[in-house]
């Protein structure tokens, strides 16, 4: 064997062995840290992904090379996806300082996981091997279960904790059980092998195909798609804030990462026989998730519902996909973007209202726009944007996603999840409803009698004095106003973004030249 | 093969497997498991099956024999030392007479060539696990260490907090 092959580009994982370095320095300095000073580490964290995120760009730009017998493969798509990567743990980090210095203890291990499933993700979208997108897919999932399991003292975490380790654990195993049966049916684990048997699979074994089948139920669970997704809200309810943002938004994205590189490199010869079943479980997946989400009271549970139609749509893409047009592709990749910022302004909202008040169903948010307008006022794009509004991202992203859906035929699906966006505009409303219309419940005295109903007494002892005392520390409210920026610079000027994407989808798709 | 070596381990499998059925308490029955597990995993190591010994004390040896130690201590945390007289033995004689019938059948059946052990050796399987398989090597190791981290934070003594 060549060693020197194998050795001879390792530069090109320079970005993945900092980044754990990072994390080990993360780990080491908070050993040396006095307790009152463990915010240096967000710090620390988050000027060293900014340093590997300049490194990354310097170093991996326009590079298309395959490592480790292709294992893993450097190009456009792994490094869109890198960069994307790191910019979210910086947000995340910077999102989290408050919250975990008033809510958590251990600080330093929460900035070191962070760091190890930022890694996990770039590997995930690197890797061309099934084993290898695998195993980093547990890293993240690993540091995902602790993070989940985080606040000690809060029995819901505790709850949310075991129940994500316990479906973790299930869905893996499904997962493997379909990796060994494609392993031993064709004997291949690589992409680019599994890609070329199946071009000829004319004579290929029913198992070959339950395999397929149990692969695509075990990356459902993963990203909670419809019939997988019962996990989801009770794991968003129980997790701290900024881990089901993280959840929300960092772990659907390296998901979606991978499932794009393993459908477009290895499973596209077959789409006739995938695509319909795909489209089935988008479409359930997005009816199902913006239905229910009607009926959560708790925002957590409002959004872990609403993120679950926003992998129905995900899934549009996927289903959509196809080796002559960028299109599907693209969107994925520009839908997860938009979503990104998008999801990251109302939860970052979420959290800075939650650091004052300790609240986080629906009706306390009240009055919101009175209090707090700015904070009202981002956490409004968000959901506008979630809604798919024209301005905002979710209108862009979803025009790609819907228009891709309607040149490959699926024209059914299109129309379906136009349906869905209205639906969940209707949900989005209700809680921009209690943020501007609705009175705070400390406010009554000053309002009319319109709000005589609302079914939040004012606290005895005047908890929302208590929050009007307190206001968003600037930190958030800088990474609010960046969230809210990348929402409108999705919507109304994605062409440098779409631009990236193109590259990255011809690195998967070396056919479907734009 | 070396033959005392062979009947030594060949005792150790069969006294293991003999003290499982014996004993009255549940964890020296697990632990007489393990010693008869890990011995047959020395037949193999005798004749040069490398990896599948390896196999054999990882999978059988670690796993599964923790996995029962741990079913016992949730279990039956009061009673466990004790086991009552079960009253299906009878049943379990005929199923175990009935699992070594079908087996020696099919190996006196079709009894196996005698060949020269092969397989892949182990310096193969190290070789190539840190060198083509690397990357997901040592993202293993990321992931043990993920693994140990959260056991401590979640598992650990009271921090500095409440």
Known sequence: ????????????????????????????????????????????????????????????????????????????????FKSFFILLGIFIILSSVDYVGKHLSHPGEYYGLILFSVLAMNVMAASREILTAYVALELMSFSFY??????????????????????????????????????????????????????????????????????????????????????????????????????AVGSKAAAFALMLRLFAEAF??????????????????????????????????????????????????????????????????????????????????????????????????????????????AMAIGMFSLAGLPFFAGFTTKFYLFTAAANEGLLWLAGLAIVNSLI????????????????????????????????????VGGGAEDASRHSPTPLIIGVLILMVLGTFFVGVYPFPIVEALDAATSAILPGAGS | MSEPLFVIVAILTLGGGLGVVATRNVVHAALF??????????????VFAEFLALVQVLIYGGAIIIVLIFAIMLTRSQEYPRISDNPQWPLAIVAGLAVFGV????????????SEPEGPGLAKIGESL??????????????????????????GRAGDRE
């Open chain 1, 424 to 459: 969940s505009l209707y949900y989005y409303q209700v809680e921009i409803r209690h943020m501007y219309i609705q009175p705070a419940p400390d406010m009554e005295g000053k309002l009319e009698p319109a709000s005589a109903h609302n079914p939040h007494p004012p606290p």
């Open chain 1, 146 to 247: 602790i993070m989940v399991s985080y606040a000690r003292y809060n029995p819901r975490s505790n709850e949310a904790g075991i129940k994500y380790v316990l479906i973790g654990a299930f869905s893996s195993a499904i997962l493997l059980f379909g990796i060994s049966m494609l392993y031993s049916t064709i004997g291949v684990t690589h992409f680019a092998d599994i890609s070329a048997t199946l071009a000829n699979a004319g004579d290929a074994s029913p198992a070959l195909w339950v395999g397929l089948a149990l692969i695509l139920v075990g990356l459902g669970f993963k990203v909670a798609a419809v019939p997988f997704h019962m996990w989801a809200p009770d794991v968003y309810q129980g997790a701290p804030l900024p881990v089901t943002a993280y959840l």
């Open chain 2, 130 to 155: 840190f060198t083509k398989w690397a990357v997901p090597f040592e993202v293993v190791s990321l992931v043990l260490l993920v693994a140990l981290v959260g056991a401590i934070i979640i598992a």
């Open chain 1, 1 to 80: 064997m060549p060693e020197t092959n194998l050795t001879s580009n390792l530069h090109l994982l320079l970005p993945e062995f900092l980044l754990a370095t990072l994390a080990f320095a993360v780990f080491a300095i908070d050993l040396l840290l006095p307790a009152n000073r463990k915010k240096l580490l967000a710090w620390v964290s988050v000027a060293g992904l900014i340093g590997l995120l300049a490194l990354a760009l310097a170093l991996l730009w326009g590079e298309n090379e395959e490592m480790y017998g292709g294992l893993i493969k450097v190009d456009s798509y792994a490094l869109f």
């Open chain 2, 103 to 114: 087996l020696a059948a099919s190996f006196l059946w079709n009894l196996p060539p005698a």
């Open chain 2, 33 to 46: 498991l393990l010693l008869s597990l890990v011995s047959v995993a020395g037949i193999y190591l005798l």
């Open chain 1, 268 to 377: 596209m010869p077959s789409i006739d026989d995938w695509q319909i079943i795909v489209a089935i479980i988008a479409a359930i997946t997005m009816t199902v998730g913006n239905l229910v989400a009607i009926a959560q009271h708790n925002i957590k549970r409002l959004l872990a519902y609403s993120s679950i139609g926003q992998v129905g749509f995900l899934l549009v893409g996927i289903a959509a996909l196809s080796e002559t047009s960028p299109l599907a592709s693209n969107g994925v990749m520009l839908h997860i973007v938009g979503y990104s910022f998008t999801n990251l302004a109302v939860f970052v909202g979420i959290i800075a209202f939650f650091n004052m008040t300790g609240k986080e169903e629906i009706a306390d948010f009240s009055g919101l726009a009175d209090r707090h307008p700015f904070l009202a006022a």
